[in-house]
C-alpha cells in the first residue's frame, strides 16, 4: 500500500531533480541562518549557487553529533524561536543531550512519513494503532503517533511499560498494528504466555519495529510469536526521528524516503562516498527540515544502500537494516549508552582510572546489563555493607545519569582482561546485528 | 592493645581461598583466626596472623585487594554465659560491633574473641575499666 503514490513511485531522474533543488534551498537557508554552517561551508569552498545536481552532495562538509552538543542547545537551528512547536532531545555521550527541533511544518512532514511508512505495512484508517514507543523527550511515540494519525487511523498511545495492560487492551480494543521496540514485542510475548494468552487470536497482524538493531533471526521469531508481519523502521532523532526509512511488505530492505532526506554510504575512515553495494556508514541531509537541517549528518551507523525499483513499486533507495556501528555505542533497552558515560560515573565515584567491563546479554528478551567493576585500595573495606554500598551508588549513579538499570559487580583486580591498545570495554551477547547474509 | 587484621577481597569463585593460605603458607605465616563474609558475588576474608606485616606486603605483591585493620582481641571466660558478659559490658558501653569472630587457638583456658568495633580507642578504654581482659598483638599474633 502506498500512502503518497506520485512520490514514492517517482521516476528517479525526477526525483533527483526534486531533492537537487530542495538541497539548494536548504543549503542556502542554513547558510543564511546558521552561522556554523556559513563558516563550514565558506571553509570547504562551496555556496549554494553550486549546487547543481546530486553529485554536488558529496562536495558539502559534514556534521556529526559533536556538532550538535557543541552549539548545545538551540546553536544550529535554522528558525527563530517563535517557529519552533517542538523541542525533543536523546542522551549524549557527556550526558549533554542532543536536542532537536521541530516547526510546524516539519512536524507535518514527519507525519507524512511515517503515514508512509505505516501503510508500508498496509495501515489504514480501519486499523487500531497501539503506540507502545515511550512518549516524552524520545522521538518514538509521538512520530508513530502522528503517522498513525494522518492515516486516520485510530492511535492508542499508550507508550511503554505495563505488559499486562498492553495485552488486554489489545484484546478488548481490537489493535490491529503494535508499534514498540522489537524487544518489547519479544517481552510482551513473553507475558502473554505466562498469562495465557495466544497471541495468534488476537486481532494484531503488523507490528512496526525499531529504536533497537535487531537481527533476522529476532524478526522470525517475532512473526512467529506474534503470528504478524515485523516490519523494520528506521530514524534518528537528529534526522527527524522514526520515519526516516522503513521496509515495505516485501521486506528487502528500507526505503528511504528521499524526498526529504538525502542518504549517503561513505567510507568511515576516509569520508569518501561508496557505491551501492557497498558497506560503510550512513549519511543523512535534510532537505526539507526547517528548524535543524543538518547536512550530511554522520550517524555512525552502519549499512548499504540498494538501488533499483523494489517488487512493491517504491523508487526510493533501500538501505539493508543496520548492520553494525562506526563508534562504541550501545543500544540498551533502547537507550543509547556510550562506555564512556558509564566510565564518567565510575572515575566521580573512585576518583581513579577504574578498569571496568560491560557485559551486555539478553535475559529473556530484555536487554541486561551487568557492570563489572575492579576493586580498588580506595574502595575497599573489610565490612560487606560498605562494598555493597558502593555497588549500590555505581547503580545509582548509572540509573540517574543513563536511565538505564544495571547490575554491578565487584571483582578482583586484574580479572579484566588488559588488551595491548584499546580495552575491551564491551562484552556483547546479544548478537544483534547478525543477519545470517552478511 | 589493638591488633592488626588483614582483609582480602575474594571473588565467589572456587580455589580462591585456597590460594591465598597456600601463598601464606608458602612464606611461613601462620593463621591465627579468620572468618569470611560473603554474598553473592564477593567474599571478605579476614585473617589474625603470625606476621601481619609480611602477609599485607606478600598479598599485595600476588596482585590482591588487601587492607590492614584494627581490632580488639577479647579473652572470654570458658563457662557457659562467658560470651554473654563480654557482650553486656559492651552494650552496657553503648559500643556497637561490626562484625566477630572466634580465635582458632586459645589463650590458656580461656576462649579468644575478636571485635571490630567503630571507635576502638573509646571501646579500648571502656573494656579495660571493666577488667575485661584484652590481648595486646604481640600476645595474639605468636598464641
Known amino acids: 500500500m502506498l500512502w503518497n503514490p506520485e512520490i514514492e513511485t517517482m521516476p528517479r531522474h525526477e526525483l533527483e531533480k526534486l531533492q537537487v533543488e530542495r538541497l539548494r534551498r536548504t543549503v542556502e537557508r542554513v547558510y543564511q541562518h546558521v ?22 552532495l558529496a562536495r558539502l562538509p559534514f556534521t556529526n553529533k559533536q556538532d550538535l552538543r557543541d552549539n548545545y542547545p538551540f546553536g544550529l537551528f535554522a528558525v527563530p524561536k517563535d517557529e519552533i512547536v517542538r523541542v525533543h532531545a536523546s542522551s549524549g555521550t557527556t550526558g549533554k543531550m542532543t536536542v532537536v527541533g521541530y516547526t510546524k511544518s516539519d512536524v507535518n512532514t514527519w507525519a507524512e ?34 503517522g498513525a494519525e494522518k492515516i486516520g487511523a485510530a492511535v492508542i498511545p499508550i507508550s511503554g511499560g505495563n505488559t499486562k495492560r498492553q495485552l488486554q487492551i489489545m484484546a478488548d480494543f481490537g489493535t490491529t498494528a503494535v508499534a514498540c521496540t522489537p524487544s518489547y514485542s519479544l517481552f510482551m510475548a513473553e507475558t502473554a504466555a505466562e498469562e495465557g494468552i495466544d497471541l495468534h487470536q488476537l486481532p494484531v497482524r503488523v507490528g512496526f519495529f525499531g529504536a533497537e538493531p535487531w537481527s533476522n533471526a529476532m524478526r522470525r521469531e517475532i512473526e512467529e510469536k506474534w503470528g504478524i508481519k515485523a516490519i523494520d523502521i528506521y530514524g534518528l532523532s537528529e534526522v527527524m526521528g522514526p520515519g526516516v526509512a522503513s521496509e515495505c511488505m516485501v521486506q528487502d530492505g528500507l526505503h528511504v524516503w528521499e524526498d526529504h532526506f538525502m542518504v549517503e554510504v561513505i567510507d568511515p575512515a576516509t569520508g569518501e562516498v561508496l557505491p551501492y553495494g557497498e558497506k560503510g556508514e550512513l549519511v543523512f541531509t535534510c532537505i526539507t527540515k526547517e528548524a535543524l537541517p543538518l547536512i550530511r549528518y554522520r550517524t555512525r551507523d552502519i549499512s548499504i544502500l540498494s538501488n533499483g525499483t523494489c517488487a512493491c513499486g517504491r523508487t526510493h533507495l533501500r538501505m539493508h537494516r543496520v548492520m553494525g556501528r562506526t563508534d562504541d555505542m550501545l543500544i540498551i533497552r533502547g537507550v543509547n549508552v556510550f562506555p564512556s558515560q558509564i566510565e564518567s560515573v565510575l572515575l566521580e565515584i573512585g576518583e581513579t582510572e ?4 560491560l557485559i551486555v546479554d539478553r535475559e529473556g528478551n530484555l536487554d541486561d546489563l551487568e557492570i563489572w567493576v575492579e576493586i580498588s585500595e580506595r574502595l575497599f573495606s573489610d565490612e560487606v555493607r560498605k562494598l555493597e554500598q558502593i555497588e549500590g551508588r555505581i547503580r545509582r549513579e548509572i540509573q540517574s545519569t543513563l536511565g538505564i538499570s544495571a547490575r554491578v559487580k565487584l571483582v578482583e583486580p586484574k580479572t579484566i582482561a588488559r588488551s595491548e591498545g584499546k580495552a575491551k570495554r564491551v562484552i556483547d551477547w546479544r548478537d544483534v546485528y547478525s543477519d545470517g547474509n552478511r | 592493645m589493638k591488633v592488626k587484621q588483614i582483609s582480602i577481597f575474594l571473588e565467589n569463585q572456587s580455589g580462591r581461598l585456597a590460594r591465598v593460605t597456600k601463598t601464606l603458607g608458602d612464606h611461613h605465616i601462620n593463621i591465627r583466626a579468620l572468618s569470611i563474609a560473603d554474598t553473592t558475588d564477593f567474599g571478605i576474608l579476614r585473617l589474625i596472623v603470625s606476621d601481619p606485616e609480611k602477609a599485607w606486603g606478600v598479598l599485595k605483591e600476588q596482585g590482591y585487594t588487601v587492607s590492614a585493620t584494627e581490632i580488639i582481641a577479647v579473652q572470654v571466660p570458658d563457662h557457659p554465659g562467658g560470651l554473654a558478659e563480654i557482650l553486656q559490658v559492651l552494650d552496657d558501653c553503648g559500643i556497637n560491633i561490626e562484625y566477630m569472630y572466634a580465635f582458632v587457638g586459645r589463650s590458656g583456658n580461656d576462649a579468644v574473641v575478636v571485635f571490630r568495633v567503630e571507635n576502638i580507642d573509646r571501646a579500648i578504654e571502656l573494656l579495660q575499666q571493666k577488667d575485661v581482659k584484652l590481648l595486646c598483638g604481640k600476645e595474639v599474633y605468636n598464641v
Request: include cysteine.
Open chain 1, 354 to 357: 577504574p578498569h571496568y567491563q
Open chain 1, 113 to 146: 512519513v511515517m503515514a508512509r511508512t505505516m501503510a508500508c505495512g498496509g495501515v489504514t484508517n480501519k486499523d487500531t494503532v497501539q503506540v507502545a514507543y515511550g512518549y516524552g523527550l524520545f522521538t518514538g511515540g509521538l512520530g508513530a503517533h502522528y
Open chain 1, 35 to 56: 552561522p556554523f554552517y556559513r563558516q563550514k561551508l565558506d571553509e570547504a569552498g562551496i555556496g549554494p549557487a553550486e549546487i547543481r545536481s546530486v553529485a554536488d
